[in-house]
């Protein structure tokens, strides 16, 4: 919420038979003491179901340059027919003087069984933070569970559309074999 105080987001993706939540704790001048809020996929307007892991992953990055930092929530999203398989899912939650306002879904990409691996950093050389996801189950050229991560651009107008990179993508050591899992860990400095 911008008011100098660091606070803390906290995943919880086994709550309520595994529907997930993010409990976030606000910080004070005494620490992180002050008020909560949770969110779920209730939150998003989404009815919360079990095998979600909603919050299995979560990445805090200032997405849109306002002087707010943003929380990303990695999550499954559940198949709705047996025509539609499951997916990992990206939400955003935007920051602002009240704290957190889910904003809605940014990025739903093929990660079967697990939620997508998320950090934020500066990748792009703009004044905004970028998001870089890792979906790991994702099948490449073929390769059953090769793995790829996508990286979104940050900007004051929203995130760019994702660009990928695999295990198979010029400049990228090695090649994409099956069950690499690649994106299966991320970090950005």
Known sequence: NADGWDDIAIGISGENGTEGAVR???????????????????????????????????????????GYDDLAIGANELNVSPSDPETGKVLLARGGPDGLSPDGMILRGGSIDSPPVLVSGQFGGGPAADLAVGFVHRDVNGMENAGLVEVLYGSPTGFSAPVQFHQDTPGVLDMAEAFDFFGSELAAG
């Open 24 to 66: 976030v704790v606000y910080g004070t001048a005494g620490g992180p003491t002050g008020t909560t809020q949770l969110l779920s996929d209730g939150s998003f307007g989404v009815t919360p179901r079990a095998m979600t892991y909603f919050g299995a992953s979560l990445a805090v990055g200032d997405f849109d340059d306002d």
